[in-house]
């Protein structure tokens, strides 16, 4: 996902386009993490796709990121000590956020292993899918219609003016179970099939086909009679139903330069649409709602349930922890600028080196000067330059390198007579 972080910066949080996170926090199983890159799959091209998170990476390191990069949504998957799977969809940058408690998943790779022929069509991934929102209008609870709005906003907004038939490859659809209010997510590839011809022609007419043995036919229309014997179909085999039919302009029609040679044709054909299924699959249930993002009052919760007093005592403990919370950093912070103060003042550990070495060169130099002077001082008074006494500055006797009074070398018994 490539984002241009200056344009970002300067526009609307709220007129951003949708761009979002998905990743794992915690220790989770492997099937959780594969859940997570199959959502960035589904939520693909506006998502980051190539994220890389770690178990010591916490909500707020991702929060500090997604700023500068113009993230709208946090997607973060968390996994209990006994295995419940939770799903949580946060609005940046204050809010709301969804928790989602995952009841069953199954992966895209489960999916199209159950199927005869998969869709394998990276193309059908550079652009959105369209999303379809089922049963969420016929409910009036507040919570269900957040949850619709968050859904419906993690994708991005679909502009009828200017969008082509041809880009809509994929379908995300959430529907609402009213008996045990739980969302089924589903995820479809979107297949257009010429609907102005029959089955039989289409067989005749397929790519690669052989087509049928004529050799046993009398007429080339017991090819297509149901109570032949060598007839190209079978009862068996429905016709597309109508209400599936659909009016699609051709696609070279849609190209700029193309010319119709043909008069009277209007470049529209009918088609039939097809949905084939891509995963992952998600089955889910709301657990609450935070007014704020990943924190906040508890506007709503599928368990608990608290009176307006609760709410209220509630709301007090939190304010008094944010303000202890902000006193101990504004205490860290003024420890932190005192401690940067004295280590100013007392100067770099280089700079303090450089003392150390100026003050060692002043005193050698202190010291050849006094014996200059005593040398002169000895001068003018005796007349003549002092004799050396074998004696250098360290007081170490000249001339007797390893060797003792009277010529005797250390360590080494003398001889007798």
């Known amino acids: 996902m490539r984002v241009d972080v200056a344009a970002e910066a300067?526009?609307?949080?709220?007129k951003r386009p949708t761009k979002s996170f998905v990743f794992t926090r915690g220790e989770v199983a492997g099937d959780v993490k594969l859940l997570a890159n199959d959502l960035r799959k589904v939520m693909e091209p506006h998502t980051a796709t190539k994220l890389k998170s770690q178990r010591a990476n916490v909500l707020k390191d991702y929060i500090n990121v997604a700023g500068p990069l113009g993230i709208t949504h946090l997607i973060p998957f968390s996994q209990g000590s006994r295995g419940a799977v939770n799903m949580r969809v946060g609005r940046m940058p204050r809010g709301p956020t969804i928790t989602l408690r995952v009841k069953s998943y199954t992966s895209m790779a489960d999916v199209a292993s159950s199927q005869r022929r998969p869709v394998s069509s990276q193309l059908a991934y550079m652009h959105s899918p369209l999303v379809i929102l089922n049963n969420f209008g016929a409910t009036q609870e507040q919570h269900t219609q957040l949850m619709a709005v968050l859904f419906q906003n993690m994708f991005p907004a679909i502009d009828i003016a200017t969008v082509k038939l041809s880009d809509s490859k994929r379908v995300a659809m959430f529907h609402l179970d009213k008996e045990t209010n739980e969302v089924e997510f589903r995820h479809y590839f979107i297949r257009t099939k010429a609907a102005d011809t029959s089955r039989q022609v289409k067989r005749v007419l397929r790519k690669g086909s052989k087509g049928p043995n004529l050799s046993k036919l009398q007429d080339i229309s017991d090819l297509f009679d149901p109570e032949a014997e060598v007839a190209y179909g079978s009862e068996s085999e429905g016709e597309d139903d109508p209400s599936t039919h659909v009016e699609v302009l051709n696609q070279a029609k849609q190209r700029p330069g193309w010319r119709d040679r043909k008069k009277g044709s209007s470049g529209v054909r009918k088609s039939a649409v097809r949905?084939?299924?891509?995963?992952?699959?998600?089955?889910?249930?709301?657990l609450k709602v935070e007014d704020g993002l990943f924190d906040g009052d508890i506007i709503h919760h599928a368990y608990v349930k608290k009176t307006p007093e609760e709410a209220a005592k509630l709301r007090e403990m939190r304010k008094m922890r944010d303000a202890e919370r902000n006193k101990r950093k504004s205490a860290q912070a003024e420890a932190v600028a005192k401690k940067k103060a004295r280590i100013e003042a007392a100067g770099s550990r280089n700079s303090r080196g450089k003392d150390r070495a100026g003050l060692k060169a002043f005193q050698n130099d202190a010291k050849d000067e006094d014996?200059?002077?005593d040398e002169a001082y000895f001068r003018e008074q005796v007349g003549e330059d002092r004799e050396d006494d074998g004696e250098d500055d360290g007081g170490k006797v000249k001339g007797s390198k390893g060797k003792g009074i009277g010529g005797r070398v250390f360590g080494q018994k003398r001889k007798r007579a």
Do not use: C, F, V
């Open 10 to 14: 300067s526009a609307d949080p709220s």
């Open 371 to 373: 014996e200059d002077d």
């Open 275 to 286: 949905l084939q299924e891509l995963g992952p699959r998600i089955r889910m249930k709301l």
